[in-house]
């Protein structure tokens, strides 16, 4: 079976500085990993995918994730974060060879940008 | 979200009644979810399904079932609503492992 664990709960900070949102998964087999965002109220919205082949992924709004196979990370940054970016993030964890492929989800962290 | 959506946004029940969460999606896509979030917990998933007329139990089916009779249509049943079903509901769809999901905006449900 598959885990995901956030490492923070909440991330405080500033306009403009760079953020890093952590991610750790358990998996004795290959997985697919995704990072989820979802703005007050509404549904989640995929953010990027690391499927296979390079480790850095490029996502939507300037934010990007690089896995690492050794430390089983799959940690988010983005270099400079706006007021915008003010949402809750998921990270999430498939095995594309078991059925139904249903993700599971860490317990997601609260990104807050404040001027 | 664009592609899936779910019917009420809000809702109200007391303990004991019962009441289907409706999810339709446009594309037609075989992979379908219901997921529930709760404050602090994440997403977990209730049932899926992987196409019309197969559905299976996730990590927290009780209380719920599902029915997938075609393949736009996912709806979720409670039976004998309880405190514990006050959640946010989400339905979701998926081309396959792959492509990841799309999320409906989900449905608000309150228990008293």
């Known amino acids: 079976a598959q885990s995901v664990t956030q490492l923070d709960s909440q991330v405080p900070v500033f306009e403009e500085a760079p953020v890093e949102l952590r991610c750790n998964y358990s998996s004795s087999v290959s997985v697919y990993l995704f990072w989820y965002v979802q703005y007050p109220n509404q549904g989640l919205q995929l953010l990027l995918k690391?499927?296979?082949?390079?480790?850095l992924v490029k996502g939507i709004n300037g934010f990007e994730a690089e896995f690492n196979k050794s430390q089983t990370s799959f940690h988010l940054r983005k270099p400079s974060v706006h007021i915008s970016d003010t949402a809750e993030y998921f990270c999430?964890?498939?095995?594309?060879?078991?059925?139904?492929?249903?993700?599971?989800f860490g317990k997601g962290t609260t990104l807050s940008v404040s001027s | 979200n664009a592609g899936v959506t779910q019917t009420p946004k809000f809702r109200i029940l007391k303990i004991g009644q019962s009441m289907t969460l409706q999810c339709t999606q446009d594309m037609n896509h075989n992979y379908m979810y219901w997921y529930r979030q709760d404050p602090g917990m994440g997403l977990k998933l209730i049932y899926y399904s992987v196409g019309a007329g197969i559905t299976d139990k996730g990590e927290v089916p009780n209380g719920y079932n599902v029915s997938r009779s075609t393949t736009e249509d996912f709806p979720l049943r409670l039976e004998l609503a309880a405190p514990s079903q006050t959640s946010v509901y989400f339905c979701a769809r998926s081309q396959g492992p792959s492509y990841g999901y799309t999320f409906g905006s989900g449905t608000r449900l309150t228990v008293v």
């Open positions: 690391y499927l296979s082949g390079s480790t």
């Open positions: 999430a964890v498939s095995a594309p060879n078991q059925a139904g492929t249903a993700l599971i």
